[in-house]
């Protein structure tokens, strides 16, 4: 029977019923309108939704009560986000044990049986037909990443991120008509040691002890804390506990490093670090013990930490807890080149040992860790709208972590504030949630058929001008960096000039005015570049710079550099104000 050939719809009327249960959850009655709102709009007739199958039509079952209801039971093994679809007989069904599969179960049928796609929230395919007939099939899908996260513009928007089955906190609301997400608990995502556990303003004067010591001296400015004194242990293990408790329902709770580089250098954290070969020797005994404590009370939740810049080397010895995860931080690699064959590093990252290769790290650590989760950097922090060529290696990186036993994504980009992100952002975050899902996806199909469903004629020109630009970086044998500077030797006037080029053509191609728009948003990159390069105070760099500031807020444009609005980051570009960060130049 699964060879059956069944019509949905044809030119007269629909001939599908959706049944959902009448005890169905908030996500699977959102699953079940969504199905029939793109199958109306697909068919031109409407779909009705009922608690009851219908014998003379096709009946497609939403949600695991549904489908129980009609004799299908799923596997067992689909996790939360996994889902089987089947279409055998006279009925489809689709499902997971936990709702949010059911909805991506949902949105994989309108893409992959009946053409629909979602390229960003606002470009989708949805194909028009005046019948449609489908064939069997089975399905059963359970994601390779477990944790799919991205802080990207496009991603922030949730209807939209559960069309990508996304799961991050960032993405995904607490309101589980999209699916819910998966939880780290509030004030615990990242750099929680002395943000929130331990907090100099409250401690440093009574117990300086309790922080780093660095040259001799305690510090209280930009501190970290000293792992090795009992005393921190027992007060950062006692506030944790009281955390969890409040918080029934996250999962995940991160004891990390803060954001700078002064680890301490006492003699005890000294020597357990020189012991361990790395820093993250004192860090890691130190939250295995937290995580003892916290197993005895909560066994289902898992403690998370950072091996970032100074503590991305693994350590030799001590092993991660079984509810211990380690995310490994990729911020100062090239992104140019495949993390499985570049080992090169910036060399302006103020990180200090780069006797070691990423690739080597994270080979160590899946030696010293069951549980990897990979924090990875898919823009340029610095210029957020300067062409940023890592198109290349996106998948296959996502691909390189899934090889080494990474279960975990947090892709930064330029986060959920950036009002459109960056260049390219769009198709960057289409790219992402495709193989974080899959890495195995074939990227070339994803990105023809994206630039052509957005640029229409253009869609050459396009990808002409995002492979001009790989191949300048390429060709001048050059690396490329999340905080790329305009002073690299591939970025040429000439390059510019190229670039250009292929834009005032494919604005000859544009089809429409809604597509011409598309592109001219698009070439703000390449405007953005020349600004770049043309003396700063000059006269001609100030006219261009006004031109930019009008059309880059007109589309709503707010940020150009990293946490900076984009008057502030104007004022730096005309030479009005000192950037204030060591990456900008």
Request: proline share 4%.
């Amino acid at each position: 029977m699964m060879n059956q050939t069944l019509t949905l719809w044809n030119k007269k009327s629909s001939n599908t019923t959706i049944v959902l249960a009448a005890d169905a959850c908030e996500t699977e009655i959102y699953a079940a309108k969504e199905l029939s709102s793109y199958l109306t709009r697909m068919a031109g007739h409407p779909f009705i939704i009922s608690d009851r199958k219908c014998e003379d039509m096709v009946n497609i079952f939403v949600g695991i009560s549904a489908c129980k209801t009609d004799g299908f039971i799923p596997d067992n093994d689909l996790t939360d986000d996994g889902f089987m679809m089947i279409c055998k007989e006279n009925a489809i069904y689709i499902t997971g044990t936990h709702e949010r599969g059911t909805l991506f179960g949902i949105y994989e049928f309108l893409e992959e049986k009946l053409g629909c796609r979602f390229f960003s929230p606002e470009v989708e395919v949805v194909p028009q037909h005046s019948e449609m007939e489908i064939e069997g099939f089975e399905v059963k899908q359970v994601p390779m990443i477990e944790y799919r996260s991205a802080n990207m513009y496009q991603l922030a928007n949730p209807v939209y991120a559960a069309k990508r089955k996304i799961n991050g906190r960032i993405n995904a609301p607490t309101n589980k008509r999209y699916r819910g997400r998966t939880d780290y608990g509030d004030k615990y995502f990242v750099h929680s040691l002395t943000h929130h556990l331990l907090n100099p303003d409250d401690y440093f004067d009574e117990h300086p002890e309790y922080f780093s010591e660095i040259n001799g001296e305690r510090i209280r400015e930009k501190t970290q804390l000293c792992l090795t004194n009992p005393d921190v242990l027992k007060l950062v293990t006692k506030q944790v506990l009281e955390d969890i408790r409040q918080q029934p329902d996250a999962k995940i709770f991160s004891i990390s490093q803060q954001d700078n580089y002064n680890g301490c250098t006492c003699a005890k954290c000294r020597a357990l670090d020189e012991y361990e070969g790395s820093q993250s020797g004192s860090l890691l005994h130190f939250v295995n013990a937290v995580a003892e404590e916290v197993e005895k009370e909560f066994p289902d939740v898992i403690i998370d930490t950072l091996a970032y810049q100074y503590t991305r080397r693994p350590p030799k010895h001590v092993r991660a807890r079984k509810n211990v995860c380690v995310r490994l931080c990729t911020i100062e690699c090239c992104f140019v080149h495949p993390l499985s064959e570049c080992t090169v590093d910036d060399p302006d990252a103020p990180r200090k040992d780069y006797s070691q290769s990423f690739r080597d790290d994270i080979i160590g650590w899946g030696k010293q860790c069951d549980n990897i989760y990979i924090w990875d950097y898919v823009t340029n922090f610095s210029h957020f709208w300067m062409p940023h060529p890592n198109f290349h290696v996106l998948a296959e990186n996502i691909r390189f972590f899934y090889e080494n036993n990474v279960r975990g994504l947090f892709e930064q980009g330029s986060g959920p504030n950036a009002v459109c992100g960056g260049e390219m952002n769009d198709l960057r975050a289409y790219i992402l949630s495709k193989a974080m899902w899959d890495p195995y996806c074939d990227v070339k199909k994803l990105r023809t058929e994206f630039l052509a469903a957005v640029y229409g004629d253009a869609a050459g020109c396009i990808n002409e001008y995002l492979e001009t630009v790989y191949q300048a970086v390429i060709d001048a044998k050059c690396h490329l960096y999340c905080f790329n500077h305009p002073d690299k030797p591939w970025h040429k006037i000439e390059l510019v000039e190229r670039c250009e080029e292929i834009f005032a053509e494919a604005k000859k191609l544009a089809a429409n005015d809604e597509i011409l728009e598309r592109i001219k948003f698009q070439e703000l990159a390449v405007r953005y570049l020349r600004i770049l390069l043309t003396p700063k105070g000059s006269q001609e760099r100030n006219a261009l710079l006004d031109t930019f500031e009008t059309d880059a807020k007109s589309y709503g444009i707010n940020m150009l550099y990293e946490r900076q609005q984009i008057d502030e980051s104007l004022s730096i570009l005309r030479g009005q104000t000192d950037p204030g960060y060591w990456w900008a130049k």
